[in-house]
């Protein structure tokens, strides 16, 4: 089998391909266990080529269709996970960028999906933005009504509706995670209005000051990203059967305010006897707007009922990412 991993540069996606290498085989198009031959990561950057022989990095954009010919093939056992997309900040500033790389890119990788032998499995990693305005609901399940308050979260409630209808009509065997909020990320901030989520955790726990753009009693659905791409395996392996006529699961998340995440990193500190870095109040008005746009709660027990994992206490989160990353 083959699998291609849009967005395999970034964090999300350099982690599923680990994970899969890992794993070693599939559900094929038959509905047995297929082999993991090959697994080609496309992105328009990677910061260091790939060790691995069974590891592909095609470098381009997502919205040039050169660049996904030479990442598809019509190979006849394939399976496809689409994370790449510009994120939340940028699509708010590059309307039109957005378009092109969030829904021109994302309706590329479906033609190309179409277009190969033995109707593979689509994944696509769309996002809890999709929710928004009057519409929310405290929760938010797979039955609230999709009002997008910002381009990001439209192109990820269009591309859902892309996979329910290429579904439909045979085209692909497409499946949509709806992501919440993934903590937490390495490295630096991005330009994402929910990099606040990762960094309160994050620097505090480098021993740096997190400047804190948002009210400390925001609330936000988190999760792991240990259980983001355990969950996108999970849903890939569902049998076709099982699903429904929508294709769109929100995943189960954390309720998390920045008042419990600096609870919890204290704790871990104390217990690790770690010095902390602190969270300072650093309100940003066009945040926080975004950001009070999105929902504060959802309910993922549709994704659950598939099969799909709930996230760990928010405290093993945090002594996950210091195993995973602080401690090597």
């Known amino acids: 089998m083959k699998v291609i991993i849009t967005g395999g540069g970034g964090f999300l996606g350099s982690q599923l391909c680990q994970r899969l290498l890992q794993r070693g085989q599939l559900t094929g198009p038959s509905g047995t266990p297929v082999e993991i031959a090959q697994i080609v990561l496309l992105d328009a950057f990677f910061s260091r080529p790939s060790a691995n022989s069974r590891v592909r990095q095609v470098v381009g954009d997502v919205s040039d269709r050169d660049t996904i010919r030479a990442a598809f093939t019509t190979e006849s056992a394939m399976a496809v996970f689409h994370l790449a997309s510009m994120v939340s900040g940028e699509c708010e500033e590059r309307f039109d960028d957005a378009l092109r790389v969030n829904l021109d890119g994302g309706r590329l990788i479906f033609e190309a999906a179409r277009a190969a032998k033995d109707r593979p499995r689509v994944i696509f990693a769309s996002s809890i933005a999709c929710y928004g305005g009057n519409a929310m609901q405290d929760p938010n399940t797979d039955r609230t009504k999709l009002t997008p308050q910002t381009t990001y979260g439209m192109t990820k409630a269009v591309c859902e509706l892309l996979i329910n209808d290429h579904s439909r009509r045979g085209h692909f065997d497409g499946r949509s995670a709806r992501l919440p909020t993934v903590i937490v990320r390495p490295g630096k901030p991005n330009a994402a209005a929910s990099s606040w989520a990762s960094g309160m955790f994050r620097e505090p726990l480098s021993g740096v000051t997190c400047a804190l753009p ?42 998390v305010t920045p008042l419990l995440a600096e609870s919890v990193i204290q704790q871990v500190a104390q217990e690790r006897g770690l010095k902390l870095g602190s969270i300072a109040d650093a309100f940003d008005a066009r945040i926080q707007g975004i950001v009070s746009n999105w929902p504060v709660s959802v309910d993922g027990s549709r994704a659950v009922a598939l099969g799909l994992p709930q996230p760990p206490a928010l405290k093993i989160i945090v002594e996950q990412y210091l195993q995973d990353f602080l401690t090597k």
Not at 214 to 243: C, F, G, K, N, W
């Open 214 to 255: 948002v009210r400390r009693d925001q609330r936000h659905p988190m999760t792991s990203y240990r259980t983001v791409i355990d969950s996108l395996i999970a849903l890939h392996e569902v049998p076709e059967s099982q699903l429904e006529e929508d294709r769109a699961y929100v995943l189960p998340a954390h309720q």
